[in-house]
């Protein structure tokens, strides 16, 4: 059994206090020990880096990894929505590789810049197999959209395939993503959470993502009926209105783990809701929620009220890279009164207990994964006020016991 020690200026496990000039010891995949090193101890010395559990992306669209920028317009949502359709039309054609490629390049610029775990949405086409064969561990919530009966059939037959594949790969876990409110239809909604029940797998939706999508909620009217006019994808009857996020976050909260991606635009019985319910993550990206100019996002209201908040990058269409870290530093810089010891929590154990694997991994303890990074320092005074910088560069990334 292998078994490699690795000593850095600092360790910082996140469920216990900093260690200086610590080690972490590691046989095969999993932390044996973490502690101060002894002076004349054999090991890998890492140098003036911390040491950092591996970050966790929650949200992302690995497909659109090829993108050269995000798509525009930013505003209103329905013609960001228009472009991003377009680009998919014209370059995911079946004898295209740019899906393919752009999976694989956005793994390893995941990997690359600290990520050992990814919540990402699967759209038809999505495989394993076209990763790299070194890289994060995936979270793949195959996306679910029908707003036609005849549509949620299918979806379904789709989803329990899909779930079926869970215990085949130690790298990729299965779990559904029924769309957002404006492309899932009831009975498509409460079919993917009975199979998500069924299969103890998680759910991650796009909900209260802008405030059209509260109005198309409650009244069944404005730009998202008429883009989906336009897709010849809006059902002639038309669907329930007189709702709001609430009621799907109900449905939601049935899901073994149900993961409310932005979630911009919850209301505070709403993000009470959620806090009270373990099971229940919001999932906020910073970068991607300033591109599309929304209102200040609730996330510190969500912390105060005891509630999970992990971070995600989304995909590239709406952010101009896949590095959590940026997204740390982006929130350092911007919120200078949150401690930089919470952020390092929401970019790592947050995000592993929003996808259920809190047991496994997020935090550097005996017995976990050893999903581990080294962060360069940028001075020599306290370190938790000098990690997330823009001058700290993330120099290893160790998945499962494995560096890059
Ligand atoms: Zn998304």
Known sequence: MTLQRLKAKW????DRPPIEN????VSASVITAVRVADRNEAATDLGDVAILPGLVNAHTHLEFSRVAQPFQPARPFTDWIRSLVAYRRREFTPNSTVQRDALSAGATEAESSGTTLLGEIATSGWSEVTL??????????????GLRSEAAELQIKLAEEWLAR???SDRVTFGLSPHAPYSVSPELLQGSIELAKRFDAPVAMH?????????????????FVEMLKSFGTWP????????????ILRVLADAPRGLVVHGNYLADDELEFIAARSQMSVVYCPRTHEFFGHEPHPWRQLLAKGANVALGTDGRGSNPDLSL???LVFLRERFSDVAPSTLLELGTLAGARALGCEHDCGTITPGKRADLIAVSLSGGGDPLEELITTNSQIVRTIVGGKAV
């Open 11 to 14: 360790i910082f496990p996140v």
């Open 236 to 247: 002639e009857g038309g669907l329930p209105t007189g709702l709001r996020p609430l009621d």
């Open 166 to 168: 869970n215990g085949q």
């Open 132 to 145: 790299p064969t070194h890289g994060p561990r995936i979270f793949a919530f195959r996306e679910l959209i």
């Open 22 to 25: 610590g080690l972490v010891e």
């Open 325 to 327: 870290w940026k997204e």
């Open 207 to 223: 909900l209260a993502e802008t405030r059209e999508e509260l109005d198309f909620l409650s009244d069944g009217r404005g730009p």
